[in-house]
C-alpha cells in the first residue's frame, strides 16, 4: 500500500475516534434518552462536546478534499516522497486539531487546521506537475 493511503486509512480511523469522543461527550451532555431519541428537534450541545462536534464535522469536510488528492496520487502513479510528506503533514495536523478546538487554542486551532488544507492542496498540485 503507498503511504498516501495508508494515511487514508489512518485519517479514517481517526475520524472513527473523533465520532466516539463527540457521541461519548454529547450522551453526558444531554443524557442517554435523549441521545437515543428520534431527534425530531434539533439538539444544540455546547461547550465541549460542541466542539467536539464541530471538529468531528470539520475532519469530515477536510477528508473529502484530502481522499480527492490521494485519489489523485495513487491513480495517477504519481506518489513521490514529497506527496507521502504532505499526506503525513496533513495527519498530523488532523490530530493536532482535534485537542486544539477542543481546548479552544486559538489561533492555534486555524494555523494547524491551515497547514493541513495546504498539505492536501500541495498533494494535488504536485500530481499535475
Not at 443524557?31 to 462536534?53: E, F, N, V, W, Y
Not at 493536532?96 to 477542543?102: D, E, F, G, R, S
Amino acid at each position: 500500500m503507498t503511504p498516501e493511503l495508508t494515511v487514508l486509512a489512518l485519517s479514517a480511523i481517526l475520524q472513527a475516534v473523533q465520532f466516539t469522543l463527540y457521541s461519548i461527550a454529547a450522551n453526558l451532555q444531554v443524557g442517554p434518552k435523549k441521545a437515543m431519541s428520534p431527534r425530531d428537534q434539533k439538539i444544540d450541545l455546547t461547550g465541549g462536546a460542541g466542539r467536539l462536534q464541530r471538529a468531528m464535522n470539520n475532519h469530515f469536510e477536510g477528508l473529502i478534499l484530502f481522499t480527492i488528492a490521494v485519489v489523485v496520487i495513487t491513480l495517477g502513479d504519481k506518489g513521490t516522497g514529497f506527496s507521502a510528506a504532505c499526506a503525513w503533514t496533513y495527519l498530523g495536523a488532523r490530530i493536532l486539531y482535534v485537542p486544539a478546538y477542543y481546548f479552544g487554542l486559538s489561533p492555534w486551532r486555524t494555523l494547524i487546521w491551515m497547514v493541513g488544507f495546504l498539505s492536501t492542496l500541495l498533494m494535488i498540485l504536485s500530481a499535475l506537475i
